[in-house]
Structure formats: C-alpha cells, structure tokens
C-alpha cells in the first residue's frame, strides 16, 4: 500500500454529476477508463442512477423495454419487507425462490469528463453512450478505453436478464461513437485491450466468471480483427494470499513499459473487499508472466473508499504512464473516482526486476 492519493480527492463525485432524467438521482461516479488525447485528459465515467421513490419502504427500479422496436425506460417497483426478495446487497434485488432472477437497484450509463490538468474534470451533461438494446436493459458499466491503430476503442460491461457480457464501440474523436455489438457472451467482464498488435494478431485479458467450478481470473485470448476471439487460455490465477484469493480481474488496458507489458488488476477477499495489485507480462510474448507482487499496490483506506454505496473497494478501469510515473484513475466504493500516483521505479523494486 505505498501509493500516493491525491490530495484533491475523489476528483469526480455524484453531485457533480446533471442525471440524465429529472426522475433520476446519481448514485455514483466511478470506474471510469481513462486516456490523454489532444491536450485532454479524457475520461469514460460509469454513471450510476437510481429513481427516488415517494412512497416510504417502496424501491423504484429502472429497466428497458422494447416497445414498437425502441427500447425505452420503464419502472419496475418492490416493496422492502416483501419475504420473495432479498435486499440486502444494495446494488441488486434478488429473488429468494429464483436466484437468476436479478434486478438492479440502478441503471448506469457511460459519460465523458474532460480535464486540462489531469486532476479537474468537468462532466458532460449527455451521455456518451446509453444502453439502448436486449444486451444493455440494466445498463453499460466499468468502460476501459485504449488507442489501437489511431482508433480508440471502448470496452465495456452490457447487463441484462442474460447475463453479464462485454461490448466494443469505437470512436476518433470522442465525438461521435459506434456501437460495434457484443464482442463476450456472458458472464465475461474485465477485458483490457493491448494497445498494438502482438505477432500480427491483436490480443487482451478477460475475465470469464464460472458457475460450477473454479474461481473467477484471468484469462488470455488473441484475434485478428478485434471481434472474433480465440486461442484461450488462462493467464493468471487466484494466488494464496489474503487479498486476492477469491477472485481476480484485469484493471487497466495494458501498459507498455521497458520491463514488460504493466497491468493493473484488482483482487478480491472473502469479505468482498477489493484491492489492487500490478504485474508483468513479457513484451513479445504475452502468455508469459513475468512477475507478479506478493501485497496489494493499494489498499482500501482512505473513508471515499471504505465507506460509500459498496465500501472497501477501490478498481481501476484506466491508467496512464506520464514521465515515468503511473496514474491510477479508480473507482471508490462503487460511488467516486480518486486518483493516485507511484513512481515507475518503486513498481519495479517490488516486482524484483
């Protein structure tokens, strides 16, 4: 735990934020991809909304709908001491007699903030991309964002009754962006792109999430358009150690650095508390792990992130190397984006490379 937090943190924080409907209340701003483009310091922001209910013990819950080919939010409403649901995760509502059967308590979309100086964000009214079809009817989360080929692509979580998959779109300007459709059928999150092509074949870290056996890591896969994925195999796994023996995913898109391709990923106790840590992956041949920390690179501290919607979490969906320092844009508490700072140098002496 030998980053260090900005002092202005959390940098981007839910009354910072316009909803994106006069019935909606912003939950949380965070986990956020990130990227300097133009002179900016762009960020992808996960933006979390909830309906405010008038009536007491009534939870308001907003979903998609199709009707006449347009998927549009409708309202769905549960009452607090109805015995059929339990309550008592607040991200979600589930049913006791069928556990598949899963609501969430918000509805996030993906919204650009811009910064001059890395630190001040101003966050855009409109959303940059909203959920709009059968893959998205409980929202588009944790975006990460990485420059391949002068094109920026966007990966991010699509949530629906199905399951939890991953999409790309794809964007030049930060204008103008396309949806490109469902690149992981579910449940598969956490992807983070290389940013160059590897052997002629374009390559990334996913997240697969087991429902019989095994735990939730890393995995490795390639591809040679950036839509069709194969060649799978497993990257890295749950390791001994208290922080990250339950599960693990990838953070950022990966780094290239002198020592190997960097990556931040996030681990999870069997207390539901998440971590970060940092690894290496060999520059030329990305199924070797080169190295790997023993303890987390941060922890969960500071009270924005113990204390929040979800608390003791800090995830990382984006980060940037600027003169041989590493930015840690994270998520706090599934509620505010931080920020924190460590030396290139210091990451090295605790790799032992």
Not at 35 to 53: C, F, H, K, Q, W
Not at 204 to 220: S, T
Request: some cysteine; hydrophobic content about 35%; charged content about 25%.
């Amino acid at each position: 735990m030998f980053v260090k937090r900005s002092k202005f943190n959390p940098i981007i924080t839910p009354d910072m934020v316009k909803p994106s409907r006069k019935d909606f209340k912003v939950d949380g701003t965070f986990n956020a991809g990130v990227i300097d483009y133009n002179g900016e310091t762009i960020m992808l922001l996960r933006v979390a909304e909830s309906m405010p209910s008038a009536i007491e013990n009534e939870v308001k819950v907003p979903v998609l709908v199709e009707r006449n080919g347009v998927w549009e939010i409708t309202v769905k409403a549960f009452q607090r001491d109805n015995p059929e649901y339990d309550f008592s995760d607040p991200r979600s509502i589930v049913s006791r007699e069928d556990p598949n059967q899963v609501y969430l308590t918000s509805l996030s979309h993906i919204r650009l903030a811009r910064s001059t100086n890395g630190v001040d964000f101003t966050v855009e009214d409109d959303a940059f991309i909203f959920p709009d079809n059968r893959y998205e009817i409980y929202g588009c989360e944790d975006p990460r964002v990485t420059q391949i080929e002068g094109v920026f692509y966007i990966n991010y979580s699509s949530i629906s009754d199905l399951g939890i998959s991953t999409s790309l779109a794809q964007t030049t300007d930060f204008c103008q962006v396309e949806k490109l459709g469902v690149i992981f059928a579910p449940d598969n999150r956490d992807i983070c792109f290389f940013p160059e092509k590897i052997d002629g074949y374009y390559w990334l870290l996913h997240r697969p999430a087991p429902l019989h056996l095994g735990k939730p890591e890393i995995w490795l896969a390639k591809s040679p358009d950036l839509i069709h994925w194969g060649d799978h195999r497993i990257s890295v796994e749950c390791s001994d150690n208290d922080w990250d023996q339950m599960k693990i995913g990838g953070g950022a898109p990966l780094l290239r650095t002198d020592k190997g391709w960097l990556q931040i990923y996030h681990g999870v106790d069997n207390t539901q508390r998440y971590c970060l840590g940092a690894l290496l992956l060999d520059i030329n041949d990305p199924t070797k792990v080169i190295a790997r920390m023993r303890n987390p690179i941060m922890e969960p501290r500071e009270k924005y992130e113990t204390e929040g919607f979800f608390g003791n979490v800090v995830f990382c969906c984006g980060a940037i190397i600027r003169d041989d320092e590493l930015y840690i844009y994270y998520g706090a508490a599934d509620e505010v984006m931080a920020l924190a700072t460590i030396g290139l140098s210091e990451i090295w002496d605790h790799l032992s490379v």
